[in-house]
């Protein structure tokens, strides 16, 4: 009898925490005071084409959504990587949904950069450019492929 009383208790504690805790955050709801996450972010700032060094958080995030990031890094005086910009952002016009492309301008570097990190890990580094190269690795390594990908595959 006594063993019952105990398991009694134990299940009327429970169910008292249990309804303390749905009845404490239902509060905080309706206060507008809900647990948030310290690790919240505004990605609204990355878009289709950014003109800056994405921040660690930022790739990540782009990584994780299934979309292939073209980081792009060169100097200004560098004549031949303006027809590279063009193409890389045609690229990333052609597939908005789909990558992500990050032009950097740096005069401290010796050489240009031009790598695509696929959703899956993959970083493929480009030193042949060419739309079919561009267009070949980004087929090749996208989580996420569109249909020009799967019907290039088909071919």
């Known amino acids: 009898m006594e063993e019952k009383n105990k ?10 925490v249990m309804l303390f805790s749905i009845a404490g955050f ?3 709801q309706l206060l507008g005071r809900a647990p948030t996450d310290q690790n919240t ?9 950014i ?6 958080n930022e790739v990540l995030y782009v990584l ?16 031949d990587c303006l027809d590279t910009v063009s193409l890389l952002e045609s690229l990333a016009n052609s597939f908005p949904s789909h990558i992500v492309l990050e032009e950097v301008t740096n005069d ?14 993959s970083i ?14 980004f ?17």
Not at 41 to 49: A, K, Q
């Open 139 to 155: 087929c090749n390594i996208a989580a996420v492929k569109p249909r020009e990908c799967l019907l290039r595959e088909l071919e």
């Open 51 to 56: 003109h800056r060094q994405l921040e660690p």
């Open 108 to 121: 401290e570097i010796e050489d240009v950069s031009l790598k695509m990190t696929g959703g899956g890990g």
């Open 64 to 79: 994780q959504s299934g979309r292939v990031l073209i980081q792009y890094e060169y100097t200004s005086g560098c004549a």
């Open 7 to 16: 398991q009694r208790i134990m299940a009327t504690v429970l169910g008292l």
């Open 41 to 49: 972010y505004d990605f609204s700032n990355v878009t289709r084409i």
């Open 124 to 137: 493929v580094e480009l030193k042949d450019v060419s739309e079919e190269t561009l267009l070949d690795t």
């Open 26 to 28: 239902a509060g905080l």
